[in-house]
């Protein structure tokens, strides 16, 4: 199986900034997009950023000039850095991943949620 682990969130003032890793484990044969969701209370799961390998970064008109989301292809690792948090920012974040794994005996395309780390913006 795969697994997806956030890591990074947390409470943070206004006008900071926090990094958000997302690391998948298992046996992965490839990886064709990242992304990064998130999901306030009361609301929708929304996009934030994705990147697919080979193609250009998108993303949400909201955080565009403050987010950037990167990767790192060895490490099977994305990255979202946020920078002039809002309150607004305030959600569960999520990271997803379409891939190709090794179930052991099956060969999966698919994609995968992370469980979800919770980033928190005071006023």
């Known amino acids: 199986q795969v697994q997806l682990v956030e890591s990074g969130g947390g409470l943070v003032q206004a006008g900071g900034s926090l990094r958000l890793s997302c690391a998948a484990s298992g046996i992965i044969l490839s990886i064709k997009s990242m992304a990064w969701y998130r999901q306030a209370p009361g609301k929708h799961r929304e996009l934030v950023a994705t990147?697919?390998?080979?193609?250009?970064?998108e993303y949400a008109d909201s955080v565009k000039g403050r987010f950037t989301i990167s990767r790192d292809n060895a490490k099977n690792t994305t990255y979202l850095q946020m920078n002039s948090l809002k309150p607004e920012d305030t959600a569960v974040y999520y990271c997803f991943a379409e891939l190709s794994y090794s179930s052991g005996t099956y060969l999966v395309s698919g994609g995968s949620w992370g469980q979800g780390t919770q980033v928190t913006v005071s006023s």
């Open positions: 990147l697919p390998s080979g193609g250009s970064t």
